[in-house]
């Protein structure tokens, strides 16, 4: 990547920029579609898609990791996950199908109240009632629900009128065009898959077309892929050799300042462990903090201090720095030991993720903008207005702490919920246009590869080489936005 300013022979900037104050200048391009572009990482993570979904408590579980894995990406557990639940969800997480999607089940004698409950967990808003033998008999949706006394029986009010699609015909030659066409011709937007007659997944025609552009992110023996992350306090070795003895694909050493003599006594103790999966740590925003974590065993270094949308570091402490200027001076660093970082925080539109890649991140980790989604953890909630919306929190608020301390005594925990830079509760309200991961999914990575495209690049490495920046007023940026409600 270049400034503008060098290739008019000038000087680079002496100030820092975000995200909001550069922009990527077009170029003479030989690419002529966006489906010509290659978005997989170079990490050894084997992602397909350069989006990772950020350990937070609000943000990732099983849900989130499974539909964003099977497009592509990674998702990170939290490190306050009990470790056995960690297991439980990898073993679930890699049992999933890599095309069908997992479909939420009741049984006919459980009541609407139980399917209003689990319709908001998947995207599809569908919940299929089998039976002992998890035999479809029939579906139920939000508007079989209306008017209905919620202790009414999910049998009395399915619809028993249920396409089945058979699994061999999705896993067969040209089935994703297939199954597409007979959900097509049926107008039907979802239908269960069953093998042998047993339910076996889901399937959507927005999902069949989604299964035809991504390339889900698989382990060497073809199963999804997850994340794990853990502190450093406490046994770090022992919470390692457990979370990778679940099975996760990737290990993340976090904390807020990952530029401090125990973080990186930290990520030695994991690296003697000798982990068969890349080790990544954080958080920093300078080389040096790059050098030092590198240097004692991390193959990828997470950057960003205090450009999250739940974080108050910045506010609360004036440390930080302007997130485009700390991933480029990064990448450089990590680029030059043979490494590799991850842009942490601060993108809200699909033009920062282009730019954390052009400054040259491998991936970028994404957290609130997931946590308003129906994959995401929380119970959907619905505020004054009639919005959909879930709580979100930061990492390091009082709420996250006292989650993270629950072994400590009632003294300890009480000390440390004095010290918060994170907000504890804000509203992640759903778009009505985006309300799933994957439809964001789809606004950014088709953002990406159409400034790929602009820039003449066809895969990543090549995007962050050939990029050309410019620096922008904030007049500049406000010309380039959209006016939704017209003139």
Known sequence: MQFLNDARGGSAPLTDLTYSDVFLVPSRSHVTSRLD???SSVDGTGTTTPVVVANMTAVTGRRMAETVARRGGLAVLPQDVPLDVVADVVAWVKRRHTVLETPVTLRPGETVIDALHLIPKRAHGAVVVVDEERRPLG?????DCRGVDRFTLVGEVMSTEVLTIDATLVEGPDGLARTFDVLHGARRKFAPVVRDGVLAGAVTRTGMLRSTIYAPALDPVGRLRIGGAIGINGDVAAKAAAVLAAGVDVLVVDTAHGHQEKAVEAVRAVRRLAPAVPVVAGNVVTAAGVRD???AGADIVKVGVGPGAMCTTRMMTAVGRP?????LECAAAARALGAHVWADGGVRHPRDVALALAAGASQVMVGSWFAGTFESPGDLLVDEQGRAYKES????SSRAVAARTKADTPFERARKALFEEGISTSRMHLD????GVEDLLDHITSGVRSACTYVGATSLPEFAERAVVGIQSHAGYEEGRPLPSGW
């Open 37 to 39: 572009v290659d978005l």
């Open 139 to 143: 579906v139920v949706t939000e508007a």
């Open 293 to 295: 974590l590198v240097e």
């Open 323 to 327: 997130q485009f200027s700390a991933v």
């Open 393 to 396: 929190f930061g990492m390091a």
């Open 432 to 435: 009505p246009v985006r309300p």
